[in-house]
């Protein structure tokens, strides 16, 4: 993880701003760049003068956008239906057909609001933008409520590392801990779905009746 900060720092310390945009970009995607170290080391740069903090911003949550175009799309490729269809396979364990339609109910009424809070949850700020792809969320309101999300999370953590100058690094220490707490329950949710999904299945093959037996009539007709 340090060769992948020290990386980031590098970028932007070679390209400024567009390097801020297209790391929040990546992040977006690869959750494991953290934002927590990029967004604060702009900010400290900012006020050392090297990037303007308003530029930073800028290229940040349309840097945010950008990546989360990436994963919308990526939704919409996979469609509900397909989706819905490979819930069904026996070998796929992630969900259930049952989980994915409640996961699907559940967007159609929050999405808005899943969307735009989602933006300022690490790791849940990448996934989002799929169920808004799978479940047709207008891409004009995925884009509003993506920059609006992005935008305050983006503007407070530049702002944090703009304040604290060469103490930004207290900003990835503090909010470390909660990212991995987000990305262990995240797993765990994952696997108890796959334990939930096979036991199901196991349940529903036990249940199931035995196929009717046709007996044969005995050879010969009654003498």
């Known amino acids: ?29 690869l959750p494991p760049i953290p934002s927590e170290v990029v967004l604060p080391f702009a900010g ?10 308003w530029l930073a911003w800028l290229a ?14 990526l939704g919409v490729l996979l469609s509900y239906e397909r989706l819905h269809d490979l819930a069904g396979r026996p070998w796929f364990l992630l ?6 339609e409640r996961g699907h109910r ?16 690490p790791l849940i ?13 207008p891409l004009w ?5 993506t920059v609006a999300g992005s935008g305050v999370w983006n503007g407070l953590f530049i702002y944090l590392g703009y304040r604290l100058q ?20 995240a797993l765990l949710a994952l696997v108890w779905l796959a334990v939930r999904g096979v036991r199901q299945r196991r349940r529903g093959e036990d249940a199931a009746p035995a196929p009717e037996q046709t007996t044969s009539p005995p050879e010969g007709g009654p003498g």
């Not at 980031?8 to 990546?26: D, K, T």
């Not at 700020?125 to 969320?137: E, Y």
């Not at 309101?141 to 409520?145: A, C, G, K, V």
């Open 1 to 29: 993880m340090d060769s992948v900060v020290e990386a980031a720092i590098r970028l932007i310390e070679s390209i400024g701003e567009v390097g801020v945009g297209l790391l929040i970009a990546l992040e977006t995607v």
């Open 44 to 53: 400290f740069a900012a006020a050392q003068g090297v990037i303007n903090p």
């Open 60 to 73: 940040a949550t349309l840097g945010a956008l950008a990546g989360a175009y990436l994963l919308y799309g």
């Open 95 to 100: 969900f259930s057909q049952r989980d994915l």
């Open 106 to 121: 559940l967007f159609l009424e929050h999405g808005e609001v899943l969307v735009l809070v989602g933006r300022c949850v």
């Open 125 to 137: 700020r990448s996934i989002v933008s799929v169920p808004a792809g799978l479940t047709g969320m």
């Open 141 to 145: 309101r995925f884009t509003l409520l």
């Open 166 to 185: 060469e103490n930004y690094t207290a900003v990835e220490r503090y909010a470390a801990p909660i990212s991995r707490a987000v990305v262990a329950m």
